[in-house]
């Protein structure tokens, strides 16, 4: 089976730069994608990391060491709108399936 | 496009009492899976679909019954509702390629056994 650990709370004060973890367990792992939900929303996607390295799309990076199981998340110039929760999820299987971490949840203070 | 659309959106039953959800995509997306989500977790995958006609089982099938008769289209059955059931059911789309990484998500539907 797939276990995925991240953190469960984090908080930053606006303007700061914060790093969510997440370390997995999987057979068939094909990449670690990370999804942004807010209170009441749906999930949205972030990033995709399949290959070892650093992706960076905005204020937003994300990180993978396929050696280490282990990824992050690296959010910069934090905005009060980034108050939401963060997933990390595997991509196994030839059919995309993914399994999900239990979420770390981001609170952004003035 | 109005992407990955759920309905309903909030529904109540009774333990027993059967319902379907409705998918339904306007992207043309070969994939489409099921979630649910409860306090405090991440989404567990139900079932999934790699194209019409076709269905398997995820991580929490158990309960739930789907059907892809349609590309555009996909449902979730719960024949006798159970209190444990009690959650919020997502859906999601992708397209095919190693490139398309992205899954879309609908809005959600909370739905509540008593």
């Known amino acids: 089976g797939q276990s995925l650990e991240q953190p469960s709370e984090v908080t930053a004060v606006e303007g700061a730069i914060v790093q969510i973890n997440c370390t997995y367990q999987?057979?068939?792992?094909?990449?670690l994608s990370w999804y942004q939900q807010h209170d009441g929303g749906a999930p949205t996607f972030l990033s995709y990391?399949?290959?070892?390295g650093l992706e960076e799309t905005g204020r937003f990076s994300s990180f993978l060491s396929r050696s280490d199981s282990y990824g992050y998340l690296l959010l910069q110039e934090l905005q009060m709108k980034d108050s939401a929760s963060y997933f990390c999820?595997?991509?196994?299987?030839?059919?995309?399936?993914?399994?999900f971490g239990t979420g770390t949840r981001l609170q952004v203070t003035l | 496009n109005a992407g990955v659309t759920q309905t309903p959106k909030f529904r109540v039953l009774k333990t027993g009492q059967s319902m379907t959800l409705l998918c339904a995509q306007d992207m043309n997306h070969e994939y489409m899976y099921w979630y649910r989500q409860d306090p405090g977790m991440g989404l567990r995958l139900i079932h999934y679909?790699?194209?019409?006609?076709?269905?398997a089982k995820g991580e929490v099938p158990d309960g739930y019954n789907v059907s892809r008769l349609k590309k555009q289209n996909f449902l979730l059955g719960l024949e006798s509702a159970a209190p444990s059931q009690t959650s919020v059911y997502f859906c999601?789309?992708?397209?095919?390629?190693?490139?398309?990484?992205?899954?879309?998500f609908g809005p959600g539907t909370r739905l509540t056994v008593l």
């Open positions: 990391n399949a290959l070892d």
């Open positions: 679909s790699v194209g019409e006609g076709t269905t």
């Open positions: 999820a595997v991509r196994t299987g030839t059919a995309s399936k993914l399994t």
């Open positions: 999601a789309s992708r397209t095919t390629g190693s490139s398309y990484n992205e899954q879309f």
């Open positions: 999987t057979s068939g792992f094909y990449g």
